[in-house]
T-cell receptor, first 115, second 113 residues
Framework: DVKVTQSSRYLVKRTGEKVFLECVQDMDHENMFWYRQDPGLGLRLIYF???????EKGDIPEGYSVSREKKERFSLILESASTNQTSMYLCASSSGRTISNQPQHFGDGTRLSIL | GNSVTQMEGPVTLSEEAFLTINCTYTATGYPSLFWYVQYPGEGLQLLLK?????DKGSNKGFEATYRKETTSFHLEKGSVQVSDSAVYFC????????????FGKGTRLHILP
């Protein structure tokens, strides 16, 4: 089975801090994704990556950056955390060169609170 | 642009009731369609998928048929269990320039014993 592991289930940070959310997948998938999930808004794509050192903006990239130095690891960075970034963050991965044809495999999520 | 609309929840049913969660989509071309499920405290997992018109996806007693004429992919189950309580997401593939999956907002399902 594919396993996508997010480093923390719960995280509490303060406004203005730089925050790192880590995600690791063990199936050699090419594609990795970061979403945020908010009540009434569903999943919104922040960034994705289809290869090492490659990144593409999703629908809501403002205030975030990403890093993919190794194929199995995709990090989400909040450069200066703000309270409106309090949310559930989900990482996902998928195989293949055509992202839209492949199902995505999700981690269990990180619930981030910014105080 | 492409989009997915699913019925708002929460949906509350008694155990052994029949379930339908409606999903309609707007897409150019021929997307693949998916249903994902999110159990409490977990991430999403693929429940079923269909890649072309008239395909039926099925898993764990759930079914959905890709209806191109009505642009729908409704999720059904004949007899729900308490363990089916979760949030269900309809999704479609977007094969346009962005090449990504678009998710609906989710429907929360509560099953009462």
């Amino acid at each position: 089975d594919v396993k996508v592991t997010q480093s923390s289930r719960y995280l509490v940070k303060r406004t203005g801090e730089k925050v790192f959310l880590e995600c690791v997948q063990d199936m050699d998938h090419e594609n990795m994704f970061w979403y945020r999930q908010d009540p009434g808004l569903g999943l919104r794509l922040i960034y994705f990556s289809y290869d090492v050192k490659m990144k593409e903006k999703g629908d809501i990239p403002e205030g975030y950056s990403v890093s993919r130095e190794k194929k199995e690891r995709f990090s989400l960075i909040l450069e200066s955390a703000s309270t409106n970034q309090t949310s559930m963050y989900l990482c996902a991965s998928s195989s293949g060169r055509t992202i839209s044809n492949q199902p995505q495999h999700f981690g269990d999520g990180t619930r981030l609170s910014i105080l | 642009g492409n989009s997915v609309t699913q019925m708002e929840g929460p949906v509350t049913l008694s155990e052994e009731a029949f379930l339908t969660i409606n999903c309609t989509y707007t897409a150019t071309g021929y997307p693949s369609l998916f249903w994902y499920v999110q159990y409490p405290g977990e991430g999403l997992q693929l429940l079923l998928k269909a890649t072309k018109a008239d395909d039926k996806g099925s898993n764990k007693g759930f079914e959905a048929t890709y209806r191109k004429e009505t642009t729908s992919f409704h999720l059904e189950k004949g007899s729900v269990q308490v363990s089916d309580s979760a949030v269900y997401f309809c999704a479609l593939s977007d094969r346009g320039k962005d090449d990504k999956i678009i998710f609906g907002k989710g429907t929360r399902l509560h099953i009462l014993p």
